[in-house]
């Protein structure tokens, strides 16, 4: 029988390792303070949070003009990135001629764009408010409806504009989150979250029912008109001794 002869296995060059280079250290960027390492509120402490809101300011409204459901949720609707005033500048003389969904679908798509021209997104808004309207009449009676699915289902609402009409129409305890309430959520500590939702249902889970009526308008001010996004008022703030914001000042 044959011998069979294995071809010894060429080795591989062995490859001369890198020298190592001398590390340069890089300048460290400051450490960002973080609002996990920030003791975590107590009941007690957020029921004086909103003690001290509910005593400067016992009733607090929103900014939005309105005069009946139908109006709010016109506002609500138009004002998607838009600022109040911007809104109510143009709904003053819009709410005068067409207050309800059967006066809003007289009026007609290009009149209402006409109106609402100076609102951002006003073509859009306008054909949605068309169709909200005619979906109201259509399925709703003429009314808004008083759920939270039924008042997503209407053409420009979504979550957000459903918690303010069932807050403010309805008097039910929801808690829209816009821009000011999620920031005063996050930088507060009283409801951390990376988004609108996380906010809403942390905040609902923290504020005892007795503020849940108002809670939304207090938070809505706070954010407003003190706990600014570029430049927080905390010298002037009500709740400084209690806010988690590692970077507050006074
Ligand atoms: S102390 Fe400053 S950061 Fe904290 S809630 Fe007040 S304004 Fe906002």
Same mark, same amino acid.
């Given at each position: 029988?044959?011998?069979?002869?294995?071809?010894?296995?060429?080795?591989?060059?062995?490859?001369?390792?890198?020298?190592?280079?001398?590390?340069?250290?890089?300048?460290?960027?400051?450490?960002?303070?973080?609002?996990? @390492?920030?003791?975590?509120?107590?009941?007690?402490?957020?029921?004086?949070?909103?003690?001290?809101?509910?005593?400067?300011?016992?009733?607090?409204?929103?900014?939005?003009?309105?005069?009946?459901?139908?109006?709010?949720?016109?506002?609500?609707?138009?004002?998607?990135?838009?600022?109040?005033?911007?809104?109510?500048?143009?709904?003053?003389?819009?709410?005068?001629?067409?207050?309800?969904?059967?006066?809003?679908?007289?009026?007609?798509?290009?009149?209402?764009?006409?109106?609402?021209?100076?609102?951002?997104?006003?073509?859009?808004?306008?054909?949605?408010?068309?169709?909200?309207?005619?979906?109201?009449?259509?399925?709703?009676?003429?009314?808004?409806?008083?759920?939270?699915?039924?008042?997503?289902?209407?053409?420009?609402?979504?979550?957000?504009? @459903?918690?303010?009409?069932?807050?403010? @129409?309805?008097?039910?305890?929801?808690?829209?989150?816009?821009?000011?309430?999620?920031?005063?959520?996050?930088?507060?500590? &009283?409801?951390?979250?990376?988004?609108?939702?996380?906010?809403?249902?942390? &905040?609902?889970?923290?504020?005892?029912?007795?503020?849940?009526?108002?809670?939304?308008?207090? &938070?809505?001010?706070?954010?407003?008109?003190?706990?600014?996004?570029?430049?927080?008022?905390?010298?002037?703030? &009500?709740?400084?001794?209690?806010?988690?914001?590692?970077?507050?000042?006074?």
């Amino acid at each position: 029988m044959a011998k069979i002869t294995r071809k010894p296995v060429p080795r591989k060059a062995a490859v001369p390792k890198k020298k190592a280079k001398t590390a340069v250290a890089k300048p460290k960027a400051p450490a960002k303070k973080s609002l996990k @390492a920030v003791k975590p509120w107590t009941p007690a402490e957020i029921h004086q949070v909103f003690s001290r809101f509910r005593k400067a300011n016992p009733e607090p409204k929103g900014e939005l003009e309105h005069v009946n459901p139908f109006t709010l949720l016109v506002a609500v609707v138009l004002s998607a990135q838009a600022t109040d005033a911007g809104v109510n500048k143009a709904t003053r003389a819009l709410f005068e001629v067409a207050d309800t969904p059967q006066k809003m679908l007289d009026l007609g798509e290009e009149s209402l764009r006409e109106y609402i021209k100076t609102i951002g997104l006003y073509r859009t808004k306008a054909r949605n408010v068309i169709a909200l309207s005619a979906k109201l009449l259509g399925e709703f009676g003429g009314e808004v409806p008083r759920t939270r699915a039924e008042i997503e289902s209407l053409p420009g609402a979504g979550r957000k504009t @459903a918690n303010v009409v069932l807050n403010m @129409a309805f008097g039910e305890h929801t808690m829209a989150v816009d821009t000011h309430v999620f920031r005063v959520g996050n930088r507060t500590g &009283l409801a951390p979250g990376k988004t609108p939702l996380d906010v809403e249902l942390g &905040l609902e889970k923290v504020i005892p029912a007795e503020f849940m009526l108002h809670a939304h308008h207090w &938070l809505i001010l706070h954010g407003r008109y003190t706990c600014l996004a570029r430049k927080p008022r905390c010298e002037v703030c &009500l709740i400084n001794d209690l806010c988690r914001w590692p970077e507050k000042t006074v």
